[in-house]
């Protein structure tokens, strides 16, 4: 018992080493994991310990608080570690890749794991694969249905040599549409699409926001996809902007939106730009509130969002009360980031 109890501690206090990377999982991210891979020498997540756990062969998972550990595994512990596996495993990571993190859905972070440790894709052996070649794809996708709403498979080309996107019908006919890169965004909406695969592609075309979504059934195949356009908009992004520094870079490779979805919005017919509202910072006058202004009045007794402007004020109506407070929590999460210096 007193073993139990000294090597729980032992374990606990290699966790929270200073320097080590243990403080965190070495696949997600997530603060304090209470678990770890004996086999690896890893300290990770209760959600990354479950998909470590469909890897016997590569990984075998402990808790560091339920389970027994035998001297030699806290000995192997105390040899390896996070930043060791992190120098072997993520050697050569392309900067286009996308790292997920502890709030990305299951296929990012599965496959995430899969490619460093089953497929050592990232080892310091394997060769970097350029931009553009790794931007060149051609497959099936499962493509939803405007009017049907049904999944069909469709033919999807992507070129970040020619730096377009195209999916066809039928492969006797042209393509069905040429998707510029440059407009070109991606990002995992599972929940949207009701796949644990599911894909939602956004562009921009004649002044208009258009939507496909897409899925695969094999998880590796669609992750795959998502890099590849990753891929291919670092490679238009280095390429357009070859003085911009590349951390700066890389966060405009892709973009997850903070809120999605409808609203109606009222006021006067102008000229600003494609229906799109820029949204800056409290320091610069801008503020978002429920309700509406003094003195405007609509027809639709609906939950109203005012957001204020140093220019003028929009006025949006929401479908319902939640709608409306997930909206101002969006906003005013936008609103309220500091001004970079």
């Known amino acids: 018992m007193m073993d139990r109890d000294r090597n729980k501690t032992l374990l606990l206090e290699l966790q929270r080493a200073a320097g080590t990377g243990n403080d965190r999982c ?5 603060p304090d994991p209470e678990w770890a891979s004996y086999k690896l020498g890893i300290f990770i997540c209760l959600n990354c310990s ?9 990984s075998r998972v402990k808790s560091l608080r339920l389970d027994f550990w035998e001297n030699d595994l806290i000995e192997f512990m105390k040899t390896h570690g996070n930043l060791c596996a992190k120098a072997k495993y993520e050697a050569k990571v392309p900067p286009y890749y996308y790292i ?16 460093k440790y089953e497929r050592e894709e990232f080892v310091a052996t394997q060769v970097c694969q350029d ?13 939803r249905g405007r009017e049907s709403r049904q999944f069909q498979k469709r033919q999807f080309l ?6 377009v996107m195209k ?16 407009n070109l965004n991606a990002m995992f909406q599972t929940e949207k699409i009701q796949h644990a695969h599911g894909l939602q592609i956004t562009y921009n075309t004649n002044g208009q926001t258009r939507n496909l979504f897409v899925h695969h059934e094999s998880g590796k195949e669609i992750v795959d996809w998502f890099n590849a356009i990753r891929a291919a908009r670092y490679h238009y992004l280095r390429t357009t902007f070859p003085s911009v520094p590349e951390p700066e870079l890389i966060p405009r490779i892709t973009r997850n939106y903070v809120k999605e979805g409808y609203m109606e919005k009222t006021g006067p017919k102008d000229a600003f730009a494609q229906g799109q509202v820029f949204i800056g910072r409290m320091e610069e006058g801008y503020k978002v509130q429920a309700g509406l202004p003094q003195g405007v009045r609509v027809k639709k007794r609906k939950p109203a ?8 004020e929009f006025v949006f109506i929401c479908e319902n009360e939640r709608e409306q407070r997930e909206w101002i929590d969006a906003l005013n999460g936008v609103i309220a980031q500091p001004l970079s210096g």
């Open 26 to 30: 070495a696949d997600c991210g997530e």
């Open 50 to 58: 479950g998909i470590h756990r469909n890897l016997p062969q590569i």
């Open 100 to 115: 997920p993190r502890s709030h990305d859905c299951l296929v990012l972070r599965e496959q995430w794991i899969r490619a």
């Open 131 to 143: 931009p553009c070649s790794a931007g060149s794809r051609e497959g099936f996708l499962w493509k």
């Open 158 to 163: 992507l070129s970040a040599r020619e730096g």
């Open 167 to 182: 999916y066809y019908i039928k492969e006797s006919r042209g393509p069905k549409a040429i998707i510029s890169i440059e």
């Open 305 to 312: 969002i005012t957001v204020v402007t140093p220019m003028r």
